[in-house]
């Protein structure tokens, strides 16, 4: 079993900054897809970024066409920790962003039913 806990949402104007970190129990971090969805009220989940493993340390790094250039997504296997550095944020990034992991490699990390574990959710507002 696997337990995500989100932090570091919050209020910021647009083209600030924020740093979302995602802390992870369990043994086996490093082997699992991570990824990060956002869900704005009245839409359905959708894909924010994703690390996928490849094999031993390697990984590859996917995003959504809509951050593409503004958002980060990294990890830290030491701390069981993922992170998602945001910055030009934009007004329609507000929603409660999530934090995911698959413990099975694989093609479809940007479909929210792929993965195993899901963390509680935390808000990100960007005011204009």
């Known amino acids: 079993q696997v337990q995500l806990v989100e932090s570091g949402g919050g209020l910021v104007q647009a083209g600030g900054s924020l740093r979302l970190s995602c802390a992870a129990s369990?043994?086996?971090?490093?082997?699992?897809?991570m990824g990060w969805f956002r869900q704005a009220p009245g839409k359905e989940r959708e894909f924010v970024a994703a690390?996928?493993?490849?094999?031993?340390?390697?990984?590859?790094?996917y995003y959504a066409d809509s951050v593409k250039g503004r958002f980060t997504i990294s990890r830290d296997n030491a701390k069981n920790t993922v992170y998602l550095q945001m910055n030009s944020l934009k007004p329609e990034d507000t929603a409660v962003y999530y934090c995911?992991?698959?413990?099975?490699?694989?093609?479809?990390?940007?479909?929210?039913?792929?993965?195993?574990?899901w963390g509680q959710g935390t808000q990100v507002t960007v005011s204009s």
């Open positions: 995911a992991a698959d413990r099975n490699s694989g093609s479809y990390y940007y479909v929210p039913h792929e993965y195993d574990y």
């Open positions: 369990g043994r086996t971090f490093s082997s699992y897809d």
């Open positions: 690390l996928r493993w490849i094999g031993g340390y390697t990984y590859y790094t």
